[in-house]
DNA sequence: GCAAAAGTGTTGCTCCTACACCCATGG
DNA sequence: CCATGGGTGTAGGAGCAACACTTTTGC
């Protein structure tokens, strides 16, 4: 009823924790605030909720802007609304955490006025806000996530090599793995597919593959629990 | 800076689903709404959160008032911000769900005013809102969490039979689990605390036992992975 | 003494881990 | 021909699933 909205209300925000994977280590991408507060400090791309507007809407839409990103792999982390996180007053902020392949990687001079900026997530800036809390939670996230859920493909080109795919693993999984029986396994879920092309380089070259998420949804159906 | 400010803001609520269980099946509980919109429909129990208020605060408050429950265990879901999803205009809701033991259980008459039950999970009456939505993500939630974290010891009175916890896991992931294997498995694990204390009943008397979370805790630090 | 739930071991099999060498290519 | 990363199989052990009967209690 009409006094519901006589409540004051806090400000609705959408923060992104936007990962990449270099082949070597995961990466944060970051923007440096053009406004103040916390002016120069680098941040996680975000913005204000619209009226009208969804909240996964509002993240990709801040991920466009900010650092021209689009088709991203995009989910829910959760909502930091903790009094006194914003210098400026209540502002509550929903945490997305988004995933990127290496060929949808935003060029120097492509975001527009501000400055965007790879970082390694074991070597991170000083950041605005509580975001070095959010991300540290969106770490946590993909930690757990990508363990028994197919995630891991979102952050590796469409075409890979099971070489590519276990430097991943074992960057964010944080300890080396045993290469025969980490091909073995994967193999053995049937969800990846084995392409007639090779990867190209100073050495012998590597077969590449592609992940079948058709099959694969078809495995979940039948009750199939993927875990590595 | 001030024009941040001038945004136009959605209204924010908190909503929890509560998860009990019976002996039997899991369930949960809801209020019936005594305001319009969807006056007289069952609802999650929830409210607007107040400035200067923490969003757990928030929900454990709208608990409190709204079922006379505290100190249950308390988690965040997701938020659910579907502009339409609340007739009266924009109201983005973040959602959380506690886990109660039956000791904590409301009395009938517990709860003030407003009319308060707990229903089967599985035979839930229309509810208010998109509070459906957020139940069944609470459900898929509460069945990942519980294969691999021992969040099913909040759901059991603090001493409790091996049968009761085979029991609750049946109810939840929805299938028969062999007893012997059960048991084994889960005492292998070491951190339940077998009692020299007994249930009740007109048959056999069954061992109580209690969690040991001190235990539990120590094996995660050294990099356990519970996994039922 | 009977109905009801508690409690208990073994076996076969599957899946995991540990481990070392040859291959293909570019330079 | 050498440096670099790609690719492959096996054996031992751990853990999982399948399975049935005896015990204790209340009535």
Chains 1, 2 share one sequence.
């Not at 501000?114 to 809390?133: I, K, Q, V, Y």
């Amino acid at each position: 009823m009409a006094h519901t909205y006589e409540y004051p209300r806090p400000a609705l925000t959408v923060d992104c924790v936007v990962f990449g994977f270099d082949g070597e280590g995961l990466q944060v991408l970051l923007i440096r605030r053009g406004v103040e507060p916390f002016l120069g400090t680098w941040a996680l791309p975000g913005g204000f909720v619209h009226m009208e507007e969804d909240l996964e809407d509002a993240a990709r839409r801040e991920l466009r802007e900010e650092t021209s990103l689009s088709d991203v792999f995009l989910e829910q982390l959760r909502t930091f609304g903790t009094p006194g996180r914003d210098p400026r007053g209540r502002v509550v902020s929903v945490a997305f955490y988004a995933l990127v392949r290496p060929e949808q990687h935003p060029a120097k001079g492509d975001t527009d006025a501000s400055e965007a900026a790879w970082f390694s997530a074991t070597a991170l800036p000083p950041l605005a806000f509580d975001h070095r809390e959010i991300l540290e939670a969106a770490l946590d996230r993909l930690r757990g996530k990508i363990r028994y859920q197919p995630v891991g493909f979102e952050l590796l080109p469409k075409r890979f090599t099971l070489s590519q795919f276990q430097a991943l693993y074992e960057a964010i999984l944080g300890r080396p793995l045993d290469k025969r029986n980490f091909r073995k396994k994967l193999l053995a879920f049937d969800f990846l597919i084995p392409l007639d092309e090779f990867s190209e380089g100073s050495h012998r070259p590597a077969r590449l593959h592609r992940f079948d998420r058709r099959k694969y949804d078809a495995l979940v159906r039948k009750g199939f629990h993927f875990e590595i």
